[in-house]
């Protein structure tokens, strides 16, 4: 009995899980064994489109008519799982601690997320208020202060123009180095 690629993508899952788990498989090997397992499944899977394209001309009808085959993105997303084994089998309480860019299995995520606060829409404008969020100016307000920054950038302007012209006694101190 021959396996579809389907088939046999599956076994060769099922082989690296189980010698991932008993510690046999180092991540290095595993790499190898995932990327042909996976390089196969690719070939395959194009031969298989390829062919329905190929009957599809047979047949008269235009290339574009023919559906793309969903990939098995179950089966592709437990070989993921597999790579990043190390990662996700990580018991430690402190893993964000430890890894700059941990991995979370299911669980854990759902874990984390579960402690959070949970706060909804409704909820957000009522806690912006209790966190005493300033109030925005009116348009008076913010009058009165551009008047008061104008007037105190002219106060300032007008002194250092009269230090830089001499009028008032301060030191200016110039180092000019010379090139060597």
């Known amino acids: 009995?021959?396996?579809?690629?389907?088939?046999?993508?599956?076994?060769?899952?099922?082989?690296?899980?189980?010698?991932?788990?008993?510690?046999?498989?180092?991540?290095?090997?595993?790499?190898?064994?995932?990327?042909q397992a996976t390089d196969r499944y690719a070939l395959a899977h194009a031969e298989e489109y390829d062919e329905a394209v190929a009957q599809a001309l047979a047949e008269g009808r235009s290339p574009g008519t023919v559906p793309i085959p969903f990939k098995d993105t179950e089966i592709l997303e437990w070989i993921t799982d597999a790579i990043l084994h190390e990662d996700l089998t990580d018991k430690t309480p402190?893993?964000?601690?430890?890894?700059?860019y941990p991995f979370f299995s299911e669980r854990m995520l759902l874990r984390k997320t579960s402690k959070d606060s949970g706060i909804d829409e409704k909820d957000k404008e009522?806690?912006?208020?209790?966190?005493?969020?300033?109030?925005?100016?009116n348009k008076h307000e913010v009058n009165y202060v551009n008047a008061a920054v104008k007037a105190r950038n002219r106060e300032a302007r007008k002194r250092y123009n009269d230090f830089v012209r001499g009028k008032t006694e301060g030191v200016l101190n110039v180092v000019i180095k010379e090139e060597e």
């Open 1 to 35: 009995m021959t396996l579809t690629y389907k088939e046999r993508l599956q076994v060769d899952y099922e082989r690296i899980r189980t010698a991932t788990k008993a510690g046999a498989l180092p991540l290095p090997q595993r790499m190898d064994e995932i990327r």
């Open 94 to 100: 402190y893993k964000t601690l430890n890894t700059e």
């Open 126 to 137: 009522t806690e912006r208020l209790s966190m005493g969020y300033r109030r925005m100016r």
